[in-house]
């Protein structure tokens, strides 16, 4: 029967192992050309809807269409990596944004059209990324994947800590067109390197006891009941929601600065804080045994929140950089428990159960960011963050609690008994 965690009792992996592999480094070019892409996209479409509609809201409401669709479109789009051979999801999914992306970058068409196009491309993310996380450890067998995870992780961390700069550089020197044209460009270079990098595969098929393939509504629904019925992937995919407690200093960095008496430049400064500190704690985390990170996911995960406690204090600039970015280091968990989640999942299910774990996140991030808001209007930025905090802590000690009950005694463990 399925036990639900891969075996931790496996060698630590080093990084020259790992790009050792051609097909990983692919996989990584091609998820490198993604962040790219997305901060291109967002960039040119702000501009873009706030040079037609001169409206700060409209350009917000499009800005947050780059996040709905993976809430909406995530656990319904990504079982496709599990029906069909994965390459070639990835190779029509970039395709089709590219051409999306492109056609939005046509200046004749209605602000109405660009923006279903928006969602359009968004929702074709989906499958993308499901099917690329699905390969991966196909590709990189055991530790090797933690850390070739690791690697695109802080390729996403560092994109935010250089914010959008760079891609408001080259909306400045190529207009909005010429920046939606570039991020096609991105999505076709994806495609390049994963259709003359990675292996053909056949679509991932079910064990001989499991019967004949489902539906795909059944599939779907048999996604979700595997996480809700295995106690282990239950409880990382409740790890990963602690997230939604510690990412509200991405909604509250404007007021909280403002509150201790900094303006835009100090909100820039600790927007940039966490995700500086979760490159560094992965890092860290990746120097550690298989075994060890395991064993530390529920402490990290409440150190991930304790800090966020002592904005109550109101302490200054300097120190809430400091707290907010030990947040980010310790939530660094999310590497070998998102890893551990996607390695214990049988392989024709492993689209399916990405799409669910990955909307449970959003989730929660979107839910805690909108409660935290409620709470700074209620009483104010520092003591919202507190409050948050505190109550991330205890579901990170409830979380903690229930992955210690379920994960397997380690062999290492056992032996020395």
């Known amino acids: 029967m399925f036990d639900g965690v891969a075996d931790p009792a496996v060698a630590r992996a080093r990084w020259r ?4 592999h051609a097909e990983f480094r692919a996989l990584f070019l091609a998820g490198v050309l993604s962040v790219i892409g997305d901060q291109l996209a967002r960039v040119a479409l702000s501009v873009l809807v706030f040079d037609r509609t001169a409206s700060a809201g409209l350009t917000a409401l499009t800005y947050a269409l780059t996040y709905v669709p993976d809430l909406l479109f995530g656990p319904l789009l990504a079982g496709f990596a599990d029906r069909y051979p994965r390459r070639r999801v990835m190779i029509i999914t970039d395709l089709a944004r590219a051409v999306l992306v492109a056609l939005m970058a046509i200046n004749a068409l209605p602000l109405l059209v660009v923006i279903l196009l928006l969602v359009a491309l968004q929702a074709f993310g989906s499958p993308f990324n499901a099917a690329r996380a699905a390969t991966l450890p196909v590709v990189l067998p055991d530790d ?4 070739g995870k690791a690697a695109n992780d802080m390729v996403v961390q560092f994109s935010q800590v250089l914010g959008f700069g760079t891609g408001g550089l080259a909306v400045v020197a190529v207009g909005t067109s010429g920046g939606l044209l570039l991020d096609s460009a991105t999505f076709l270079l994806s495609a390049a ?3 003359f990098g990675v292996r053909a595969r056949p679509a991932p098929t079910q064990t001989s006891e499991d019967g004949p393939r489902r539906s795909y509504l059944k599939d779907l629904a048999a996604g979700a009941s595997l996480v809700a019925r295995t106690p282990s992937l239950r409880s990382l995919v409740a790890l990963a929601t602690v997230a939604g407690f510690y990412v509200t200093v991405e909604g509250l960095a404007v007021p909280y600065a403002a ?5 835009a430049k100090s909100a820039g400064l600790l927007l940039a804080a966490q995700p500086a500190g979760a490159v560094v704690g992965m890092w860290l985390i990746t120097l550690w045994t298989p075994e060890r990170r395991m064993r530390f996911l529920g402490p990290l995960a409440i150190a991930a929140c304790v800090p966020l406690v002592f904005c109550a204090l109101q302490p200054g600039l300097l120190v809430t950089m400091l707290l907010w970015g030990l947040s980010g280091a310790a939530s660094a968990y999310h590497l070998p428990a998102s890893a551990s989640f996607v390695q214990a999942v049988p392989d024709h299910q492993r689209g399916q159960a990405f799409g669910v774990a990955s909307t449970a996140l959003k989730s929660s991030q979107g839910l805690g960011i909108l409660l935290a808001g ?3 209007e209620q009483f104010s930025p520092s003591l ?7 109550a991330g802590a205890l579901a990170a000690v409830a979380a903690g609690t229930a992955w210690r009950r379920a994960r397997p005694i380690p062999a290492d463990s056992v032996k020395s008994r």
């Open 144 to 147: 090797h994947y933690v850390l």
């Open 17 to 20: 192992d790992v790009f050792g």
């Open 384 to 390: 919202a963050l507190a409050l948050m905090g505190s």
């Open 259 to 263: 509150e201790i008496g900094g303006g």
């Open 193 to 195: 390197f994963i259709a």
């Open 374 to 376: 409620v709470l700074a």
